[in-house]
């Protein structure tokens, strides 16, 4: 590349930067990442989820989108200067967005791209979580976000965090009966959908290894009449297992136990999503059960090019 179009093109990066941190910063939704400003209880915990649900509407909106575009428009530039080992897509919910991590470092995403860096493994990390976001919305946004369809089509890895909210909406519309029947009732529904969405992300990629991970139980404590809420929440995490391993390259990462530790605390004011902490635990779990993934592509690409008879550097 010449000189003169190298320099413009790095012009036209710096001037991305600029225009798109002022509009960032002018314009983002300043509550991105918090939670409920009422803390949960047996009594009050119809009113925290309507915060929760709120919230989740309100940051949907267009500043997110002009976010995004943005930074997809800044690293199809900056791809030109800058070549990381790997690319991994995070999509989903506010799990994947970082939701109630009082440190805003991205929650569990921030931290694995940190230490994944920290161990050499040079990674770029699209983050498109969006909180709320139950598995129809996610199978909406695969349709119509080129954004998300390209980041996933280049991916060598894809990180998913989808049914909370699927689970929350049952508890919302059937707060003052609810019973083990409701979920049942779901239970097909929500297993036709996400059966969508990796059908979808197969066919725009069907060589990137997908990991599932799970959910946690968020109510806890607040439901003691429906004495089978763990093992619901159970089953639905098995359907999701049964989903991702259906494909060759499709795993689950659990993290339900994680939430399960009493001496420490991982939620967030809300009792919902997890703190920093609670991020930082999941970004270990996530860690261990990805390593083994990157040091194949990493070897099947020396094999490649050995093969190719072109000696690295």
Same mark, same amino acid.
């Given at each position: 590349?010449?000189?003169?179009?190298?320099?413009? #093109?790095?012009?036209?990066?710096?001037?991305?930067?600029?225009?798109?941190?002022?509009?960032?910063?002018?314009?983002? %939704?300043?509550?991105?990442?918090?939670?409920?400003?009422?803390?949960?209880?047996?009594?009050?915990? !119809?009113?925290?989820?309507?915060?929760?649900?709120?919230?989740?509407?309100?940051?949907?909106?267009?500043?997110?989108?002009?976010?995004?575009?943005?930074?997809?428009?800044?690293?199809?530039?900056?791809?030109?200067?800058?070549?990381?080992?790997?690319?991994?897509?995070?999509?989903?919910?506010?799990?994947?967005?970082?939701?109630? !991590?009082?440190?805003?470092? !991205?929650? =569990?995403?921030?931290?694995?791209?940190?230490?994944?860096?920290?161990?050499?493994?040079? +990674?770029?990390?699209?983050?498109?979580?969006?909180?709320?976001? $139950?598995?129809?919305? #996610?199978?909406?946004?695969?349709?119509?976000?080129?954004?998300?369809? $390209?980041?996933?089509?280049?991916?060598?890895?894809?990180?998913?965090?989808?049914?909370?909210?699927?689970?929350?909406?049952?508890? $919302?519309?059937?707060?003052?009966?609810?019973?083990?029947? +409701?979920?049942?009732?779901?239970?097909?529904?929500?297993?036709?959908?996400?059966?969508? +969405?990796?059908?979808?992300?197969?066919? =725009?990629? !069907?060589?990137?290894?997908?990991?599932?991970?799970?959910?946690?139980? %968020?109510?806890?404590?607040?439901?003691?009449?429906?004495?089978?809420?763990?093992?619901?929440?159970?089953?639905?995490?098995?359907?999701?297992?049964?989903?991702?391993?259906?494909? %060759?390259?499709?795993?689950?990462?659990?993290?339900?136990?994680?939430?399960?530790?009493?001496?420490?605390?991982?939620?967030?004011?809300?009792?919902?999503?997890?703190?920093?902490?609670?991020?930082? #635990?999941?970004?270990?779990?996530?860690?261990?059960?990805?390593?083994?993934? #990157?040091?194949?592509?990493?070897?099947?690409?020396?094999?490649?090019?050995?093969?190719?008879?072109?000696?690295?550097?």
């Amino acid at each position: 590349m010449k000189r003169r179009k190298k320099m413009a #093109l790095i012009s036209l990066v710096l001037i991305f930067l600029i225009v798109g941190g002022l509009l960032f910063f002018i314009f983002r %939704p300043t509550s991105s990442n918090q939670t409920t400003t009422t803390e949960p209880d047996s009594e009050n915990i !119809d009113q925290v989820l309507e915060q929760v649900e709120n919230m989740d509407e309100e940051v949907a909106t267009a500043t997110n989108d002009l976010s995004q575009n943005l930074r997809d428009a800044v690293e199809q530039t900056l791809g030109v200067f800058t070549q990381h080992d790997y690319h991994i897509t995070a999509l989903g919910d506010s799990l994947t967005q970082g939701v109630g !991590d009082e440190t805003n470092n !991205d929650g =569990y995403i921030g931290i694995l791209e940190h230490r994944l860096n920290d161990l050499d493994y040079q +990674v770029n990390i699209d983050n498109y979580g969006r909180r709320g976001n $139950r598995t129809d919305q #996610l199978l909406t946004r695969l349709e119509e976000e080129n954004g998300l369809k $390209r980041s996933i089509q280049r991916a060598d890895l894809i990180l998913i965090t989808i049914g909370a909210n699927d689970i929350m909406r049952i508890v $919302r519309e059937n707060f003052l009966d609810l019973n083990e029947g +409701v979920f049942d009732l779901e239970l097909d529904d929500y297993q036709q959908r996400l059966t969508s +969405v990796f059908e979808t992300i197969h066919s =725009y990629n !069907d060589e990137a290894e997908i990991y599932l991970i799970g959910f946690f139980n %968020p109510f806890e404590g607040y439901f003691d009449d429906v004495e089978a809420l763990d093992s619901i929440l159970t089953e639905w995490n098995e359907t999701g297992r049964t989903i991702v391993e259906h494909y %060759p390259n499709g795993h689950f990462i659990p993290i339900e136990d994680l939430f399960q530790i009493n001496e420490v605390n991982l939620l967030a004011d809300d009792n919902f999503h997890p703190n920093g902490t609670g991020y930082s #635990l999941m970004a270990s779990r996530i860690l261990f059960a990805i390593i083994p993934a #990157l040091d194949e592509i990493a070897e099947e690409r020396e094999e490649a090019t050995n093969a190719q008879g072109i000696s690295l550097e």
